[in-house]
């Protein structure tokens, strides 16, 4: 499944021209970083010779490093980024230029994304610059995004003959609709960030210089929220987009009635009640 694709081939080439992207260049440093800041995680892919793009160890320092961070219970939110220049500009295509169909069916990047979907806390895309392919697909992937005025958003995979393959058909057309998906998928076209704004797939646009400050911002926010009240509010919202309104009304009612057992929820109201701020204890 060739899922994570780069810029079409004239794009390609010019960003490779503009940003000198040989094939050649060496990676001198680790191609993700992670940080810790408070009670938010921050994981940064950070390959910027290569406008970020995502390979096999891209990706799976991605998911190791989300799931590290899931696992702690200091940290209750995640931002993920790229730089000013890209998130990410798609994948690399040197590793799907010559794959089987085969190779695509057996290999594990479909896995790997499956088990990024099951991070628990939520998870903040800061998008500066390309947001392309497999890199929009990573975005899309996330709880919210914040975005920077220079962010880029597109799918532009039928340049190389294929599709998108992890979320570019499908979560991009409940975000920004039927008719701007189609022109993106079928023609290559890129949004803007206000574009991005206007078609609801971004939560704000912020300058350039603050758009990963906002992101930080906002995960602090949500950090300092009761932790298991986030959780399944995370978990409700997202099954809002898989299950009929029914069952989604019967499954959101039951995480509620769960609340009431949480020591947080009665520390909560006590907090309200007693006019003070509540000492959430994730229990």
Known sequence: M????????????????????????PLSTPSILTETHGRVGLIRINRPDQL???NSEVIRGIVEAAE????DPEIRCIV????????????????????TAIQQLT??????????????????AAVSGWCLGGGNELAMMCDMIIASETARFGQPEVNLGIMPGAG?????????????????????????????????????????????????KLAAQIAARAPLSVRLIKEAINQAFETPLSEGLMDERRMFYLLFSSEDQKEGMAAFLEKRKPRWKGR
Request: hydrophobic share 50%.
């Open 52 to 54: 970020n793009a995502l």
């Open 107 to 124: 290999g594990d990047r479909l896995s790997l994304w499956r088990r990024f979907q099951a991070i628990r806390i939520p998870i903040i």
């Open 80 to 99: 993920l980024a790229g730089d000013e220049r890209a998130f990410a500009a798609g994948a690399d295509i040197r590793e799907l230029a010559d794959a």
């Open 168 to 216: 570019g058909t499908q979560r991009l057309a409940r975000a920004v609709g039927k008719a701007v998906a189609m022109e993106m998928a079928l023609n290559g076209r890129f949004l803007s960030a206000q574009e991005a704004l206007d078609y609801h797939l971004v939560n704000r646009v912020v300058p350039v210089e603050h758009y990963l400050d906002e992101a930080m």
């Open 2 to 25: 060739g899922f994570l694709v780069y810029v079409c081939p004239m794009v390609y080439v010019g960003l490779a021209a503009h940003y000198d992207m040989t094939p050649e260049t």
């Open 68 to 71: 590290a961070f899931d696992a």
